[in-house]
């Protein structure tokens, strides 16, 4: 579809190639937008970049997670190992 628009003839709308394939006019223009970003005619983030930065936030939450069980877990685990009050331990 993107093909198509873009080599649409001349006097042909947007609006007309969208309502041919039976899309919104707007999602046409957005898949032209993030075709051209991704071909490089316009700058911009590529879906591939997109995706990858997605995927690395991603797991960046899940070890920042992790490293919070992590810190939970040694807090405790040093707190347990602390004589108590009343020991006889010396």
Known sequence: MVRVARDREPGVTLAQ????????????????RRA?????SKP????????????????IRLLEQENE???????????????GKGSTRS
């Open 17 to 32: 190639v969208a309502k041919d394939f039976g899309i919104h006019e707007m999602t046409l223009t957005k898949w032209l």
């Open 36 to 40: 051209n970003i991704d071909d490089g």
């Open 44 to 59: 911009g983030m590529t879906s591939g970049q997109s995706a990858e930065l997605r995927e690395a936030n991603k797991r």
């Open 69 to 83: 069980v992590l810190r939970r877990a040694a807090a405790y685990l040093s707190q347990a190992n602390l004589p």
